[in-house]
């Protein structure tokens, strides 16, 4: 594990101190678990900014509409074997 060093607002330590010692846990876990979950929400605003940009691509609403009929047919084959 790599070490990092920052600083951080006086008020914000002190936050962080009196919650690390509230929940029983060292502040570079708190701060740990508080940047990861930052960082997955940065990764799903990604992906739905994505999302919405697909949404306005008609070529690709086609391809997907297109590959969903395909699959749909494979499941309906699917079920008649099974």
Do not use: C, H, W
Not at 17 to 44: C, G
């Amino acid at each position: 594990m790599t070490t990092f060093t920052s600083t951080l607002p006086d008020e914000l330590l002190t936050e962080l101190s009196e919650q690390a010692k509230k929940l029983k846990v060292p502040k570079n876990r708190l701060i740990e678990r508080a940047l990861s979950t930052y960082l997955n929400q940065l990764k799903r605003l990604e992906y739905i900014r994505s999302y919405q940009q697909a949404s306005k691509d008609e070529e690709l609403i086609a391809l997907a509409e297109e590959g969903m009929a395909e699959y749909l047919k494979q499941l309906g084959e699917e079920d008649a074997k099974g």
